[in-house]
């Protein structure tokens, strides 16, 4: 078949070669300047590793990939060796490389990475033994060593395998990521299923992670609050809660320890985050409290990106509200507490961080005049100014971060990348010893 266009007296369209250029996240990823050795082993589940093979490069690491003589079974070195460029190892003692490569590759790995491990490669791994390539790579390692288990789950419950996990986990090296339950090959649904490519990157992040996050306790309120009228109706807004759930994952991703509190969403808890349920704006000010301590003693910094309700109704009626003759229906509110302003009064020092967001319907100048009074009036060290049309059912976000200092103005970003902007800014606080 021709790919001309059809038609008469139509000529083929001129073929111009396009320079595919990595995206800016991808230039300046979370793992650049990072080694990673990725050893596969011999299961139906090595597909996966391809996957996260792309994810890790997508973040800037660098990758050498080892397969075990099972693995290409599945997934062949050529499929490897294309994606990275380089060549893959199979053999101890490689001619063409020289030396002793498993030594050389340990030493030189900030991490390796067995996905998938089979339960025979963690039976030898428990035993010591280094009797094929990354068996040895594990052994010798001083770097971290995650282990991505993937089996049928009677494999993954069988009393040996157990008792080698818990052999292998004493080890300080060794981390295990999964396995999960779900489907496996056999159709079946159990605990061994292959820890998902996204989780797997997620957790080589944390692991990796450097810098003013690390360890610190980062406290995100997230998503609406719902105040009860009566059994069947309620007062609400629409934050969808995409925005505080990006931030917990982001924070979590640098090496924070991340509480996550947030109001009813239909969301998945991001990996490695603490998360704590809550309804009702009272019901978040008290979780809130209980998170930080009296004394603000236990967070480093608090996002309030929660949309708490500003009243509730006087009262809540325990049956439905039935619906009468009359035309209209008067409904009597209390004001909720501000709880981002309530912290900031109880704050003697520069800890914890606090940074609250301004949602506005107003032009973007008084937007951002609003977004500084409340900052002056909450006692908090940034102020993220945004407008309901750029923000609400959106997956990105157009926003200004007001500090002390002025105003930062950004353009269009994912969620993600303006939660990125929003951690640095409060990582480089922590760097300068702001708190």
């Known amino acids: 078949m021709s790919d001309a266009p059809r038609g008469h007296g139509s000529a083929a369209p001129r073929r111009e070669k396009l320079a595919i250029l990595p995206s800016a996240r991808e230039r300046r990823g979370r793992l650049s300047g990072r080694s990673i050795t990725l050893c596969v082993t011999g299961s139906i589940a090595a597909y996966k590793s391809v996957l996260a093979l792309r994810l890790l490069q997508r973040e800037g690491a660098r990758l050498e990939v080892v397969l075990s003589p099972s693995a290409e079974r599945f997934v062949g070195a050529a499929t490897f060796s294309g ?28 991490l390796v990475l067995i996905a998938p491990a089979t339960a025979d490669l963690i039976a030898r791994m428990a ?57 496996v090959a056999s159709g079946e649904v159990g605990e061994g299923r292959m820890a998902e490519p996204e989780q797997i990157v997620t957790r080589i992040v944390s692991e990796l992670a450097s810098g003013a996050l690390k360890g610190r306790h980062i406290v995100v309120t997230a998503g609406p609050t719902a105040e009860d009228i ?54 978040m000010r008290s979780a809130l409290w209980q998170t930080l301590h009296p004394t603000l003693s236990n967070a480093d910094a608090l996002i309030m990106a929660a949309a708490v309700a500003d009243y509730r109704p006087v009262e809540t009626h325990a049956s439905k509200l039935k619906r009468n003759n009359s035309q209209t229906l008067t409904l009597e509110l209390k004001a909720n507490v501000d709880i981002l302003a309530e912290v900031g009064r109880a704050r003697a020092g520069r800890r914890p961080v606090l940074v609250g967001f301004a949602l506005e319907t107003d032009s973007d100048e008084q937007t951002v005049a609003s977004a500084r009074v409340k900052r002056e009036e909450k006692r908090v ?3 993220v100014a945004n407008r309901a049309d750029d923000v609400l059912g959106r997956d990105d976000n157009r926003a200004t971060l007001i500090s002390s200092i002025g105003a930062e103005v950004l353009g269009e970003l994912p969620k993600l990348e303006l939660s990125d902007r929003i951690i640095d800014w409060i990582a480089r606080r922590f760097e300068e010893g702001s708190a």
């Not at 080698?164 to 339950?181: M, Q, T, Y």
């Not at 982001?250 to 704590?276: D, K, M, N, Q």
């Open 127 to 183: 035993e010591g033994r280094a009797d094929d390539l990354v068996a040895a790579i594990a052994l010798c390692a001083k770097c971290p060593v995650l282990v991505v288990p993937a089996m049928h789950p009677s494999m993954w419950e069988h009393p040996a395998t157990r008792r080698n996990i818990e052999r292998l986990v004493r080890d300080a090296r060794v981390r295990l990521i999964g396995p999960v339950v779900g489907a």
């Open 381 to 383: 060290d940034l102020m």
């Open 83 to 110: 994606l990275t460029g380089r060549p893959v190892y199979h053999e101890m003692f490689d001619p063409d490389v020289g030396g002793e490569l498993h030594i050389d590759l340990a030493a030189r790995s900030d």
């Open 230 to 283: 009566d059994p069947v109706r309620f007062l609400s807004n629409r934050s969808s809660g995409k925005m505080g759930f990006a931030l917990a994952e982001r924070a979590a991703l640098r090496g924070a320890r991340v509480t996550l509190i947030t109001g009813p969403v239909s969301l998945t808890t991001p990996y490695e985050v603490h998360r704590i349920d809550v309804r009702s704006a009272t019901a």
